[in-house]
């Protein structure tokens, strides 16, 4: 298989996969899940990549990467089994880390399209055009669906809230 791979390819993938484990992984929560949608990725890429390469790499392996998780959200649901049951779960003493666990929750409990968008307009700074255009869906879609999702945000993560009104206040 080695012998039949474009360079460009190669060089193209160890460039990329990354930033593509990263936002594959702020998408499903799961690093296992994250390397897997990513390489199924990949797999679409490679068998399209001589018509694809002088195109939007990117934007096609993004789009297979949020369709994959919404299909995957489809087949088995949000539902995690924990290997801790609730009660037991020893808060971890350190702030920044509980809170980045508390964000992760809390985009866990987002639609899937609404999770996708965040992601895509606040974690990889895109913005509403290209958020659009990766998703396969209309601006007012984004803009309504980001809305949304930050209502969300702000319910099931008060601490974004209060850092927002910091923020302003200090302004």
């Given at each position: 298989?080695?012998?039949?791979?474009?360079?460009?390819?190669?060089?193209?993938?160890?460039?990329?996969?990354?930033?593509?484990?990263?936002?594959?992984?702020?998408?499903?929560?799961?690093?296992?899940?994250?390397?897997?949608?990513?390489?199924?990725?990949?797999?679409?890429?490679?068998?399209?990549?001589?018509?694809?390469k002088d195109e939007n790499p990117d934007g096609y392996v993004r789009r297979?990467?949020?369709?994959?998780?919404?299909?995957?959200?489809?087949?088995?649901?949000?539902?995690?089994?924990?290997?801790?049951?609730?009660?037991?779960?020893?808060?971890?003493?350190?702030?920044?880390?509980?809170?980045?666990?508390?964000?992760?929750?809390?985009?866990?409990?987002?639609?899937?399209?609404?999770?996708?968008?965040?992601?895509?307009?606040?974690?990889?700074?895109?913005?509403?055009?290209?958020t659009a255009e990766i998703l396969g869906i209309s601006i007012g879609t984004?803009?309504?669906?980001?809305?949304?999702?930050?209502?969300?945000?702000?319910?099931?993560?008060?601490?974004?809230?209060?850092?927002?009104?910091?923020?302003?206040?200090?302004?």
């Amino acid at each position: 298989m080695q012998a039949h791979l474009d360079p460009g390819f190669a060089t193209y993938v160890r460039a990329r996969q990354r930033t593509f484990v990263r936002a594959a992984y702020l998408i499903c929560g799961d690093e296992h899940q994250a390397q897997d949608l990513v390489q199924q990725a990949l797999i679409k890429l490679a068998t399209r990549w001589s018509r694809i390469k002088d195109e939007n790499p990117d934007g096609y392996v993004r789009r297979i990467l949020y369709n994959d998780a919404v299909s995957s959200w489809r087949r088995t649901g949000r539902e995690r089994p924990s290997a801790v049951p609730a009660d037991r779960v020893v808060p971890d003493p350190s702030g920044a880390v509980a809170e980045r666990a508390d964000l992760i929750a809390a985009l866990r409990e987002l639609a899937p399209r609404q999770r996708a968008v965040i992601v895509l307009r606040y974690f990889e700074d895109r913005t509403e055009a290209e958020t659009a255009e990766i998703l396969g869906i209309s601006i007012g879609t984004v803009k309504s669906q980001a809305h949304a999702a930050l209502a969300n945000l702000r319910v099931n993560f008060p601490a974004l809230t209060t850092s927002s009104s910091a923020q302003e206040s200090s302004q």
